[in-house]
């Protein structure tokens, strides 16, 4: 074991494991986590997402349904257009820590 590494402070209730584990399985499929990354802190329309994220508006909206059910996006209505965004800041500095972690190009 090396001996530089430092304690890490690991989740110990149960409550707090459900909650993190329903999260980050909704946010494991590749499509929904760009979805997250496009809007980051942004509230983004539908079709600004769809544009954004390049696929068909039925598949987004798939994956919109999810994130929503689980908390993890709000949306608000305005005359025909659905307006999404992260809801937690929590998430979004999941997000942030994941691209520390694993984004090669990061600046």
Known sequence: MAENIQPIALITHDEDIE?????????SHPLRLKILCTLGEHELSVQDIVEQVGTSQSN???HLAILRDKGILT?????NRVYYRVGDARTLRLISMMREV????CS
């Open 19 to 27: 909650r993190a584990a329903r999260s980050m399985k909704a946010m």
């Open 60 to 62: 987004i909206s798939q």
């Open 75 to 79: 949306s608000r209505k305005d005359a």
């Open 102 to 105: 694993f984004c090669s190009f």
